[in-house]
């Protein structure tokens, strides 16, 4: 008798339950370390870009949301891009190390920018809004890990992950026109902020996701 070789399918694989466990406890980590810091990334939706949180993230809230932000966006895009075959773990990891080096050339480039043009207190204040809005969407991109994992129907359904990506690239356009629309010359920076330092470094990020999964 011909013994079939066990494959792990996205459906199936030992690690992915294990993967998810462990970015929700950094979840857990980002609000133990940081009280309320969830409920104020919440609230952020609707306030003001200029607005200010009353007390900064510590280091520790800051390194926590950071890991389960690149983590939870690797694996989601390693779940949107799988079709068919082994879900192996090495993709995830080599997607994680991609988003986290995009992640550290974005805010090296966030702060040059805001040295050289003087824009330090705007940017500073986006910058903070954004991510705190990137947090609540990598909060909806790991249930839709859950979703797709015990749905096998969903299985290679980008539309989902596309959907949440939208919302959040609306969200932060809004925000930034709310807050910092003044003249014809303020829209052309906004834009191009948005362009450069929003859409490329996440649409940089899915064509690798895509490579690195379809090719390994």
């Given at each position: 008798?011909?013994?079939?070789?066990?494959?792990?399918?996205?459906?199936?694989?030992?690690?992915?339950?294990?993967?998810?466990?462990?970015?929700?406890?950094?979840?857990?980590?980002?609000?133990?370390?940081?009280?309320?810091?969830?409920?104020?990334?919440?609230?952020?939706?609707?306030?003001?870009?200029?607005?200010?949180?009353?007390?900064?993230?510590?280091?520790?809230?800051?390194?926590?949301?950071?890991?389960?932000?690149?983590?939870?966006?690797?694996?989601?895009?390693?779940?949107?891009y799988y079709t068919e075959g082994r879900f192996s773990?090495?993709?995830?990891?080599?997607?994680?190390?991609?988003?986290?080096?995009?992640?550290?050339?974005?805010?090296?480039?966030?702060?040059?920018?805001?040295?050289?043009?003087?824009?330090?207190?705007?940017?500073?204040?986006?910058?903070?809004?954004?991510?705190?809005?990137?947090?609540?969407?990598?909060?909806?991109?790991?249930?839709?890990?859950?979703?797709?994992?015990?749905?096998?129907?969903?299985?290679?359904?980008?539309?989902?992950?596309?959907?949440?990506?939208?919302?959040?690239?609306?969200?932060?356009?809004?925000?930034?026109?709310?807050?910092?629309?003044?003249?014809?010359?303020?829209?052309?920076?906004?834009?191009?902020?948005?362009?450069?330092?929003?859409?490329?470094?996440?649409?940089?990020?899915?064509?690798?996701?895509?490579?690195?999964?379809?090719?390994?």
């Amino acid at each position: 008798m011909i013994s079939v070789p066990h494959i792990e399918t996205i459906n199936s694989a030992v690690w992915i339950p294990w993967a998810v466990l462990l970015l929700t406890l950094l979840l857990g980590l980002t609000e133990w370390t940081h009280q309320g810091y969830i409920g104020s990334c919440l609230r952020s939706i609707f306030a003001a870009p200029e607005r200010r949180y009353e007390d900064s993230p510590k280091i520790l809230t800051r390194f926590f949301s950071v890991v389960f932000c690149v983590g939870t966006f690797a694996l989601s895009m390693c779940t949107a891009y799988y079709t068919e075959g082994r879900f192996s773990l090495a993709p995830f990891l080599l997607t994680a190390i991609a988003t986290l080096v995009v992640v550290g050339v974005r805010s090296l480039l966030v702060g040059v920018t805001a040295w050289v043009f003087s824009f330090s207190g705007d940017l500073s204040a986006i910058r903070i809004h954004t991510w705190a809005l990137w947090v609540i969407t990598s909060i909806f991109l790991l249930a839709g890990v859950l979703l797709v994992v015990h749905v096998p129907s969903l299985t290679g359904n980008r539309w989902l992950f596309g959907t949440l990506l939208a919302v959040y690239w609306v969200v932060v356009l809004w925000k930034i026109f709310r807050g910092y629309m003044r003249n014809v010359l303020s829209i052309l920076y906004i834009l191009i902020y948005f362009v450069t330092l929003e859409v490329l470094p996440v649409g940089g990020l899915l064509w690798m996701a895509q490579k690195i999964v379809t090719n390994i």
